[in-house]
């Protein structure tokens, strides 16, 4: 199948600072990608989704300015969590579709904020 | 919220049993995929059904479609401790790319 790798896995920051996780579609393009929260025991929400070359599209309560997202190339998005607090600890998943109905989704980032 | 609904929440079973699991859903869909997630872990694509299915096999794994009542089963047969896992059903609409997850089922299969 298809791989989409998460960068990093783990991360641990301090309070207002900014943290960037990347998603990379490592052997497909992927004009749209998704991103999502999980809290623990709990389901996806879905955040937003990003398309290549243009502006993500959020889902309705979730801050635009709190968590940016970029979709730079083909290949890889980016969300970035500025300002963090430790509200923002969560586990933060992307996924890309290839073009097909099938979401191949990466293997997610642990953020603490201390 | 449009988030689907699964039942049972947790589930706990000997290996050798079947598991079944049940989603319901809000919205008019083109498909219902079903996932996997080990604990920690991303995603994994277990089974999709389109909405003109009723039933689909994969390997130990069955899943049947009710669009009458907005409703989908996953079978797992023989099931084995590797299944141990939470599971997620998720919907995606007609003319939408985006998928709308299930609240998850969390399965125990004691070996």
Known sequence: ?114 | SQQGEEDPQALSIQEGENATMNCSYKTSINNLQWYRQNSGRGLVHLILIRSNEREKHSGRLRVTLDTSKKSSSLLITASRAADTASYFCATASTGFQKLVFGTGTRLLVSP
């Open chain 1, 1 to 114: 199948g298809a791989v989409v790798s998460q960068h990093p896995s783990r991360v641990i920051c301090k309070s207002g600072t900014s943290v960037k996780i990347e998603c990379r579609s490592l052997d497909f393009q992927a004009t749209t990608m998704f991103w999502y929260r999980q809290f623990p025991k709990q389901s996806l929400m879905l955040m937003a989704t990003s398309n290549e070359g243009s502006k993500a599209t959020y889902e309705q309560g979730v801050e635009k300015d709190k968590f940016l997202i970029n979709h730079a190339s083909l290949t890889l998005s980016t969300l970035t969590v500025t300002s963090a607090h430790p509200e923002d600890s969560s586990f933060y998943i992307c996924s890309a579709r290839r073009g097909g109905n099938e979401a191949f989704f990466g293997q997610g980032t642990r953020l603490t904020v201390v």
